[in-house]
């Protein structure tokens, strides 16, 4: 039967026609102490033996199997793969018998308590394998105690179920042993099988050793997050400003932690299991990395990534005890406050009431844990002492930020130090965890589901299925089930679990680890993936079968093994996966004017709306004496008379890649090589390094196609790198032209926004007045789509960016939806123009959408947008909707009057000696109100964190979060406790991805156009490319003054020529077009489709954006 006609599954050779099961001999916990509780406790399903599928060549003639009814339930945390595993044992019960049913059970194990359940019919599997993904049945986690347990029986029964199959982590195979263990000893005739998510669970082998046979998921989320801090390094290695705290999803092992370490190469990468091992202190923690950041620096390397797990205080052994100490002091206090309260329907008492103030919580703790949390920022102390909070809520990886920053101060005070640390934090896990399946997942989840089939026919009842030789192709998989009482643990009050898997410490992974972090530490050895698209095994896994065939060989010495492992990381370091290596053959197509010789032909500015404005025409001829005057459009055309000659005199080039990365910006400079090369093969590309700072210093590296070649249609800057230097001094102006003199440039080209194309228009000018013949040409470059005209219709790096966040927006909407207990605030880039936000709205169709545009228009308080998303809340709750997703600008803080105002202010009052203590008396009774509205942590920021200036660091405000705590403190105050919230700020992740197919088509058409400008002469003008949502056959290329996108403002008391900024326009056709659609968005869910989620999807075809499209034929015809 035919679940998907659009998706091909694999399955493994013994899966493929008729299966026998065989065993392997009696599986039983390895520790005697487990293996005594778990026979105590699992009596009835204790002892059994371990099962391997193999092909049974004698049964290839059966046609017909039993009629069975079998429940899943969803339990837990998500992971890619789970509808191909339900869609997995849907086909196979039809395959075998077209009467079977199967019986999805909502919210989890809920559903099986509550005999919750719907029929599973091929429609429902057809749309939830294209569309609603698991969401329809939901997920849930409910401990089970023995009511609930019979509650189940009842439900088994009275459905006459044959089976019931258990998706999850160690918690759901816990319930289902549990179940499996009550069922067999009541004599219920339904069978319990589990399966396990991700690397949650553990298999033991006959020598008493830990496999990694890795669960569903596994693959598709290291792989995501893989890509997420792989561009997180592209970013890092092409600003070279900042070190990135990145903390991942992972509350049991560090599996993934480990993995991304071996396919991304960061600087540094913590393992919680060897932290424990060596019982590692938080403040040895902080002086590594402190210790790496003082290495770095010597190099003039003040960058670097730094990749840790969830749980990683729980790993250390001081900070356990401290949490522990702390959770236990916050329940303690809930529960005499409780006592207090008169009356039962006061039992419950709210957070705030209940709540502890941070010396109160420290003055509780023992001697040890006291001393180490007065080390600890206060914001900490808070987060941690919030009721019901866990280490998944709290900012882990803002406090090794904030810790090494203090370190450092004072590293820098004494001298030991000579560098400079910035730091950004993130955290990955949602955006993961319910993506598109790789296709192996895709192709582990549905072997798992025909797997169960074939045990439940067997009548196995206490077992995890699960696949081994993951380390091999599909067709050689091997499916297996594990007694569950075999991996059963005790936790610390001696109470049986499943135990989770753990990383040893002897695997080859680690070992593979330890062998190359050092180099990774000290050098730049990033490694740069393309997500699910890959076709690689993980890395773990792969090593882990090196491992278990180096085990079963007694040939081999221990020299041998390091030699042979040695090799083959090397091998895994230098191997490019099938689709990286298209990926990198790409060639972009070139506009029918390109093709041949051509001309460039002088157009009126009228025609293409690039005249300047009136009023600023006098300052700006002074200002740009040379170029203002004789300023001309350029448009490209064809040269009938010679159709095929491309060739010229011999020209050399320079190239600048300036302020922050966009995607594209290696086709521009591969566009101009190869325009160059063409032209004649003497000419000479010239890569400044390090932005403009390259060009003051004159450094500089040839580019050629050995360079080139692993760059083209690749993300980031890395190759030249950036800065955000302005050229804005005489001296400067003169250290650039001694540069262009030097290398003997015929032109110089500037890849960047408005502030670098501002610096471009003022080389050219100054050139031109020292009678240097350099022509100067300005580039488009910026993710937030501000610098555009109509002629100018898209800066690059837009299209790749919001195509990006787009889809982790997505991949958060369905996790929203499936889990439905959540509210996701997302925080997009864009500080002064919102097009990101409304590029993304307009793709994923959120709840709450903020546009600082409009906010900034009605004159809207962060007050009002509070109000507006409570009372979203609220209405979707009365809807049984618990869950929802707010996108917020960058620039939110700047435009909302009260906390604009309130920024001023305190601006003002922090040099006359203001304090936390006594702010209010210095502010306006207004804003003294806001003051006390915000949260703590907020307060705090804003009193302690200030620029060079004095003055609020209003960038480093987390505005989702900021939203997310004022409406949490509404609801609160409204008697409300069913809202939890989490927060996410897109940017580095998006800014630096692998280019869209969009965005490595125009770049290299500009690249080619910079050329053609620098051919004829043309200087103070930027490449423009109009006709854009047409094929690239059909585009036209421009040349637009750059002063005449340019207006005056007074910066620091002075007039300074800018080029105009282009907001969202309220009355334009994209926004019309959100505005008319948004309220249809707020309670009904109209996120995007399952088959939408992939993280590539739409940037690996043609499309054009909705701004794009919007924008330039005023319709929505090519998103069609």
């Not at 399966?195 to 669970?201: I, V």
């Amino acid at each position: 039967m035919s679940i998907n006609n659009t998706y091909e599954y694999e399955l493994p050779n013994v899966l493929r026609g008729v299966c026998s099961v065989r065993r392997e001999g009696i599986g039983c916990p390895v520790d005697p102490k487990c293996a005594e509780v778990a026979k105590r406790v699992f009596p009835d399903i204790y002892g059994i033996e371990k099962l391997v599928l193999d092909a049974h060549e004698g049964l290839g003639d059966r046609t017909i199997g039993s009629r069975m009814k079998v429940g899943v339930i969803l339990g837990g945390g998500l992971a890619p793969g789970a509808v191909e595993l339900v869609a997995g044992l849907f086909a196979a019960l039809k395959r075998w018998n077209d009467t079977s049913e199967l019986i999805g059970f909502k919210s989890g194990m809920r559903g099986l308590v509550e005999d919750d359940g719907i029929v599973v019919t091929q429609a429902l599997m057809s749309e939830m394998l294209a569309g609603s993904g698991m969401s329809c049945l939901g997920t849930g986690r409910m401990a089970l105690d023995e009511e609930k347990i019979k509650l189940c029986t009842k439900t088994a029964r009275a459905r006459a179920l044959t089976g019931i199959v258990v998706l999850g982590g160690s918690r759901s195979m816990a319930d289902a042993c549990k179940l499996s263990q009550y069922f067999k000893a009541h004599k219920v005739n339904t069978h319990v099988l589990c399966t396990a998510k991700r690397a949650e669970s553990v298999v033991v082998n006959p020598r008493g050793k830990d496999e990694l046979d890795v669960g569903y998921g596994y693959d598709s989320t290291t792989k995501v997050y893989s890509w997420l801090v792989g561009n997180i390094a592209a970013d890092v290695s092409s600003a070279r400003s900042s070190y990135h705290f990145v903390r991942l999803m992972g509350s049991k092992n560090s599996f993934s932690v480990l993995e991304i370490a071996l396919d991304v190469h960061p600087n540094l990468a913590f393992i919680g299991e060897e932290i424990k091992a060596n019982n590692t202190t938080l403040k040895q923690v902080v002086k590594k990395i402190c210790d790496v950041v003082c290495t770095r620096s010597l190099q003039k390397r003040n960058y670097g990534v730094v990749v840790f797990p969830e749980a990683i205080l729980n790993y250390i052994n001081e900070m356990d005890t401290l949490l522990v100490e702390i959770a236990e002091i916050i329940e303690n206090q809930a529960f005499d406050a409780s006592l207090r309260q008169e009356g039962e329907y006061n039992k419950v008492i709210s957070t705030r009431s209940a709540a502890l103030s941070v010396s109160e919580v420290i003055e509780q703790l023992t001697p040890k844990s006291r001393e180490l949390a007065s080390s600890l920022p206060v914001w900490f102390i808070e987060q941690v002492s919030k009721p019901g909070s866990t280490t998944s809520d709290v900012q882990v990886e803002k406090l090794f930020a904030s810790l090494c920053t203090t370190e450092l101060t004072r590293r820098k005070k004494i001298g030991t130090f000579v560098g400079k640390f910035a730091a950004q934090t993130h955290f990955y896990g949602y955006e993961a965890r319910c993506g598109a399946p790789s296709h192996r997942d895709c192709c582990h989840g549905y072997a798992l589901g025909h797997s169960i089939h074939v045990l439940l026919e067997e009548g196995c009842t206490g077992y995890m299925v699960h696949l081994s030789n993951l380390h091999k192709d599909v067709a050689n998989w091997i499916p297996k089930a594990t007694p569950l009482t075999s991996i059963i643990s005790l936790d610390k009050k001696g109470r049986t679990i499943v135990r989770n898997n753990q990383i040893s410490l002897e695997s080859y992974a680690f070992q593979a680890l330890k062998m190359l972090r050092h180099d990774w530490a000290i050098n730049d050895n990033y490694r740069f993936t393309v997500g699910t698209l890959s076709d690689a095994i993980p890395t773990t896994v792969q090593l882990d079968g090196l491992q278990r065939q180096h085990q079963e060989s007694a040939l081999l010495s221990t020299h041998q093994k390091e030699t042979e492992l040695l090799q083959y990381i090397d091998r895994l370091a230098l191997s490019y996966g099938t689709f990286l290596k298209d990926r990198l053959a790409y060639e972009p197509p070139l506009p029918s004017v390109m093709r041949g010789a051509h001309q460039l032909h002088e157009i009126t500015e009228a025609s293409v709306g690039s005249v300047p404005h009136e009023k600023y025409t006098a300052d700006l001829e002074k200002l740009f004496p040379h170029t203002f005057k004789t300023r001309k459009v350029f448009k490209v055309g064809g040269n009938d008379t010679s159709a095929g000659v491309r060739t010229g005199s011999r020209l050399r080039i320079g190239i600048v890649l300036s302020g922050g990365p966009a995607p594209g910006g290696h086709n521009v400079i591969s566009g101009l090589h190869d325009f160059l090369k063409a032209r004649n093969t003497s000419c000479v590309c010239i890569g400044f390094l390090n932005g403009p700072d390259g060009l003051l210093h004159g450094r500089a590296v040839e580019v050629n196609n050995q360079l080139l070649a692993k760059y083209r249609n690749q993300g980031g800057f890395n190759m030249l790198g950036t800065s955000r230097t302005k050229i804005e001094t005489k001296e400067q102006f003169n250290m650039a032209r001694q540069s262009v003199l030097k290398l003997a440039l015929d032109g110089l080209v500037i890849c960047g926004g408005d502030d670098s194309n501002t610096n471009a228009a003022l080389l050219a000018d100054y050139f031109l007045a020292t009678g240097t013949s350099c022509s100067v040409i300005g580039m488009p470059k910026t993710i937030d789509a501000d610098l555009r005209s109509p002629a100018m219709e898209m800066s690059f790096g837009f299209d790749t960016t919001t195509k990006v966040y787009s889809t982790l927006v997505a991949n958060i909407m369905m996790d929203a939806q499936t889990t439905k207990t959540k509210w996701h605030f997302v925080r997009v880039m864009g500080r002064s123009a919102s097009h990101i936000a409304l590029e993304c709205a307009l793709q994923t169709k959120p709840n709450y959408t903020v546009i600082s545009e409009e906010v900034a228009a009605k004159r809207r308080t962060v007050v009002d947008i509070v109000d507006e998303i409570t009372s979203l809340v609220v209405a979707r709750h009365k809807e049984g909707k618990n869950y929802g997703v707010v996108v917020v600008p960058e620039g939110l803080i700047e435009v909302t009057t009260d906390l604009s105002q309130l920024v001023d202010e305190l601006n003002d009052v922090m040099a006359k000696g203001g304090t936390l203590d006594n702010i209010r008396k210095f502010l306006t009774p207004q804003s003294g109100k806001v003051f006390m509205l915000l949260p703590d942590w907020l307060k705090t920021q804003l009193m302690s964190e200030r620029d060079p200036h004095g003055n609020v660091r209003v960038s480093l405000i987390e505005s989702e979060r900021l939203l997310a705590s004022l409406v949490a403190q509404k609801l609160e105050a409204m008697g409300s406790h069913d809202f939890t919230y989490w927060c996410h700020f897109l940017g580095y992740q998006g800014r630096c991805s692998l280019t869209s197919n969009f965005d490595s088509d125009y770049c290299y058409v500009l690249g080619h156009l910079a050329g053609v400008l620098v051919a004829h002469k043309a200087t103070g003008v930027i490449g423009a490319v109009r006709n854009l949502c047409q094929p690239v056959s059909k585009w036209e290329l421009l040349g637009i003054p750059i002063v005449s996108l340019m207006r005056l403002e007074k910066r620091k008391g002075k007039l300074k020529p800018v080029i105009e900024k282009k907001l969202v326009s309220l009355d334009g056709p994209v926004f019309k077009q959100f505005s008319k659609n948004r309220d249809s968005w707020t309670t009904v869910d109209a996120y995007p489709q399952r088959s939408q989620l992939h993280h590539l999807k739409g940037v690996l075809d043609h499309s054009v954006t909705y701004t794009l499209a919007l924008e330039t034929i005023g319709n929505l015809q090519s998103k069609m």
